[in-house]
């Protein structure tokens, strides 16, 4: 029987929520509960299959938010997916499990966290259940160097069961080499530039998806001390009113099952894990947030905190389309990762100075397109940050993964990873369960157009390039006749703003940093201006990252839950 009253209150049962609920619940003095909008998806086949990617866009555990018209591609919203279950977005994405450049996590020090590579690098290990590829994952490309790896923690990450053959990988080696990038023999090392075959949030002996679920929950769910409400949805905290100058959540407000409005009460903490395009609203929602936001939708102002919402930013994935004449089966990722040089060349130096002189202008244009809340000043110091990560550190900026083909068709996805543009995301009624304005504002600034136009260059240049382009035979989408071969600058443009989608990694609306650059919550994940609300989840990225979210989620959250064990 579920109780009332509980020592932690978390909103969102997904990937970073369930590793605070697990953390925190292992002292079996302390209660925790967990406030989850889906429901369990234990046995639910578009979850579990290793090849089932995509399988479950667009059913009831895919939240699926649309965006605000995006101005500078066409004026078409977009889908944003995330997961609505127990588990989160880890039981609909691609269980890629890469982690980041090294110099990025460094730089988040730089916007005022006490946060580096080398101390969040425990926290990947703590997390992970490390499995060594077999010898005949190893002769398909499976590659690690064990330094960076954990073997003890509750996350199985892993080659796929059945991976792909047939010489896939050493043909794509030898492809990328022939394109002077080289093979890397653990990409998850800090150190992301180069081929790779990487390894997935995957169980391999069940030979199914690993979720957060499956992680961190149902292997502890007898826990007395942790309870999960699921079909559950949260719509504000609630405030003690004994009048501390800080203010106290003292619960969360959700609506059950059945429909009826129920409060859990938090003794001590109520931590925000709903995902970054849920976080954002629940802080506002609750009161703290933009004046500007709130009060015109007759919101009391608790907190004063003028950046809730903003910064967002997310990647823009394209997919081509190829002939093929071999067919491969199995599972697999096989990414290469390019940086500045090698994308640019020799025009690379010329293209940074011009890059760094727009800067000013990027900041304008952001400030304006946020109404102002956030201030030319602040954006100015945050885009030299990631100039100097672009053009300076050289953290890869061009991700593209090529995806096993069939006997007729070969596809290829590919994204430009450290876009300049920014957005953001706020509540357009004081109905919690209304849909918010979510505005990405993908392609508004040209540095974000022309990185994905070389990465389109480099995708297409492997399929022409042997010996890959014995086997991709001919493009098909976009096609010659769509985007000639040797193509301006303009059409690959027109062509990049059509077919473009959300890469749906979402990151920064509750951004830690510094309260001076706009920053929501400061490096222990507490939110500005409260005594005990915290947020852990991908809002809180200030910067975007080279891998893939998760990994660094689940270190994130695992770090978070030792900063909340130690503050009490
Ligand atoms: P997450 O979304 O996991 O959790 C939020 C939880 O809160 C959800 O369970 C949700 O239902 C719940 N919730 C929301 N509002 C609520 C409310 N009001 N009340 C109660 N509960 C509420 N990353 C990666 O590393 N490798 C990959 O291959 C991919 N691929 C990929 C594909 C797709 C399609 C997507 C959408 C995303 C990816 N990603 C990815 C990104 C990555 O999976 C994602 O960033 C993280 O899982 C997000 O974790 P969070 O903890 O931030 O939120």
Redo the contacts with the bound molecule.
């Keep these: 029987v579920s109780r009332s009253r509980y020592d932690y209150v978390i909103?969102?049962?997904?990937?970073?929520?369930l590793v605070i609920a697990n953390r925190l619940s292992e002292d079996p003095t302390i209660s925790v509960a967990v406030?989850?909008?889906?429901d369990q998806v234990f046995n639910n086949t578009n979850v579990t299959s290793a090849t089932g990617y995509g399988k479950a866009?667009g059913t009831q555990i895919d939240?699926a938010y649309e965006s605000e018209a995006q101005v500078y591609a066409g004026n078409k919203t977009q889908i944003l997916?995330?997961?609505?279950?127990?588990?989160?977005?880890?039981t609909?994405?691609?269980?890629?499990?890469?982690r980041a450049e090294s110099s990025q996590i460094d730089s988040w020090k730089k916007v005022g966290n006490n946060v580096s590579w080398d101390s969040l690098m425990p926290y990947y290990k703590k997390s992970e259940y490390f499995e060594y590829p077999t010898g005949a994952q190893v002769s398909m490309g499976a590659s690690y160097s064990p330094e960076f790896h954990g073997t003890e923690g509750p996350l199985s990450v892993s080659w796929p069961t059945e991976m792909v053959g047939n010489n896939f990988s050493s043909t794509l080696n030898a492809t990328f080499k022939a394109m002077d990038l080289p093979w890397n023999g653990d990409a998850n090392s800090g150190s992301m530039r180069g081929y790779n075959v990487f390894p997935k949030t995957f169980d391999r002996s069940l030979d199914v998806r690993e979720d957060?679920a499956r992680a961190y929950y149902y292997p502890f769910a007898t826990r007395p001390n942790l309870d999960i409400f699921l079909n559950?949805?949260?719509?504000r905290l609630t405030w003690s009113d004994d009048n501390s100058s800080i203010p106290f959540a003292n619960g969360v407000v959700?609506t059950d099952k059945s429909g009826a409005e129920q409060t859990l009460l938090a003794t001590r903490e109520v931590v925000l894990?709903?995902?970054?395009l849920?976080s954002p609203l629940?802080l506002e929602l609750s009161g703290i947030g933009n004046p500007s936001v709130l009060e015109n939708l007759g919101i009391e102002v608790k907190v004063n905190s003028p950046f809730v919402g903003e910064n967002l930013q997310d990647q823009t994935t394209v997919d081509t389309n190829y002939n093929a004449n071999t067919n491969f089966t199995g599972a697999g990722g096989f990414i290469g990762y390019f940086n500045a040089t090698d994308v640019w060349g020799n025009n690379t130096a010329a293209f940074s100075k011009t890059i760094k002189a727009s800067l000013e202008q990027y900041a304008n244009r952001t400030a304006d397109a946020s109404g102002g809340i956030t201030d030319r000043e602040t954006l100015l110091k945050l885009f030299k940050i990631q100039h100097e990560l672009i053009f300076e550190d050289e953290v890869v900026i061009s991700e593209i993964i090529v995806n096993p083909p069939s006997a007729s068709s070969g596809l290829i996805e590919y994204w430009g990873l450290m876009p300049f543009s920014r957005g953001n995301i706020h509540i357009k009624s004081a109905n919690?369960s209304a849909p918010a304005a979510i505005n990405p504002n993908f392609f508004m600034l040209d540095y974000d157009i022309k990185q994905q136009i070389a990465t389109a260059r480099t995708a297409r240049k492997i399929a022409m390039t042997a010996p890959m382009s014995n086997i991709l035979t001919s493009e098909t989408t976009p096609s010659f006749d769509v985007v000639p071969l040797n193509a301006t600058d303009e059409a690959w443009d027109s062509w990049l703003r059509s077919a473009y989608r959300s890469n749906?990694?979402?990151i920064s609306t509750a951004a830690m940093m510094s309260k001076e650059l706009g920053g929501v919550v400061d490096d222990n994940h507490l939110v500005y201006g409260t005594a005990n609300v915290r947020v852990v989840?991908?809002?809180v990225i200030p910067f975007q990252v080279s891998?893939?979210?998760?990994?660094t989620?689940y270190a994130l959250a695992e770090r978070a839950a030792d900063l909340i064990k130690a503050s009490h």
Excluded at 35 to 38: C, D, R, T
Excluded at 92 to 98: D, L, P, S, V
Aim: net charge positive.
């Design positions: 909103v969102g049962g997904g990937t970073s929520g406030i989850e909008a889906g866009f939240w997916r995330a997961g609505k279950a127990l588990g989160g977005t880890s609909i994405n691609g269980m890629t499990y890469m957060a559950s949805f949260a719509q959700f894990s709903a995902g970054s849920r629940l919690s749906y990694h979402y989840d991908a809002s891998g893939h979210l998760a990994s989620l």
